[in-house]
């Protein structure tokens, strides 16, 4: 396996024929892996098993089933030469539902892990979130605002601002039907239109109170987000509730917090 990655990423004379080489050599051991796992799994099988050694035999059988797939994966990525699309890549044995995720920034610029999606008021509160399944941000726009103006009083909603990422013409057009200011700076050069749209000061002002999202995503890492623990993708989701909620519980508290010190600092003028 190191020795086809080198190949892979290294460069030179005959390249080609060296990853080929490397990831021949390397199939043919995986092949004899696979040969004897299956024939052990097999001579398992032809046993009682306790409901422990069930679940154990269970478990192996998972990992073969990967190992079929990493096969199958080099031979037709070293050998055929066939791109392979990202849904059908595996980032992590353990969480498979692990994704490759694009930052868009200079470091680092790829993380694995999973999107999590939020949406916050003007006092820092999540009013809700999503854990994001694949890299399609416009398409989470209209369920999200849907939500928001279902789930809020009437009215109240005056204004909605988006990352870059979630931009787009019908999203934005959509949008401004139903909510005063929609504030979605646009991917790319802008038009006349858009510069116009851009210099409105209210617009600008939305625009700049944006950028406290970065922090709310700041304290959700401190609230335990930056890593979790748990196992499987259900306990993760489950994980990623408990921090919103204890989020949320840290904001009120603080301001309940806020409001008593105003409270006894008038107390004591009195």
């Known amino acids: 396996m190191r020795a086809c990655s080198r190949a892979c990423k290294g460069g030179g004379a005959n390249k080609q024929e060296r990853i080929i080489h490397t990831a021949t050599h390397y199939l043919a051991k995986l092949y004899q892996l696979e040969e004897k ?3 052990t799994l097999s001579q398992i099988k032809s046993h009682p098993l306790s409901p422990k050694q069930v679940f154990e035999v269970r ?5 073969h089933d990967l190992l079929i797939k990493h096969i199958f994966l080099i031979s037709d990525r070293l050998l055929e030469g066939r791109k392979i699309p990202a849904g059908e890549k595996l980032y992590s044995l353990f969480e498979q539902h692990t994704e490759w995720v694009t930052k868009g920034k200079s470091r680092p610029n790829v993380e694995l892990g999973r999107r999590l999606l939020i949406a916050t008021d003007q006092y820092h509160l999540i009013h809700h979130y999503k854990v994001m399944t694949g890299g399609n941000e416009c398409a989470e726009v209209i369920p999200l605002t849907d939500h928001l103006l279902n789930t809020l009083p009437v009215g109240s909603l005056a204004s909605i601002s988006f990352d870059r990422g979630f931009s787009s013409i019908e999203n934005r057009e959509l949008l401004e039907l139903e909510i005063p200011t929609v504030v ?3 991917k790319g ?3 006349q239109a858009d510069r116009e749209r851009q210099r409105d000061k209210k617009w600008s002002k939305l625009a700049h109170a944006h950028s406290a999202v970065e922090s709310n995503i700041n304290a959700l890492e401190h609230h335990g987000l930056d890593r979790c623990p748990d196992k499987g993708e259900s306990n993760y ?6 921090g919103v909620l204890s989020y949320n519980i840290h904001r009120i508290g603080a301001h309940l917090q806020e409001q008593e010190r105003k409270a006894q600092r008038r107390r004591a003028a009195a």
């Open 37 to 39: 796992l299956s024939a």
């Open 59 to 63: 478990n192996i059988s998972d990992f």
């Open 184 to 186: 979605m700076p646009k």
């Open 189 to 191: 050069k802008l038009s």
């Open 237 to 242: 989701k489950r994980y990623v509730g408990l």
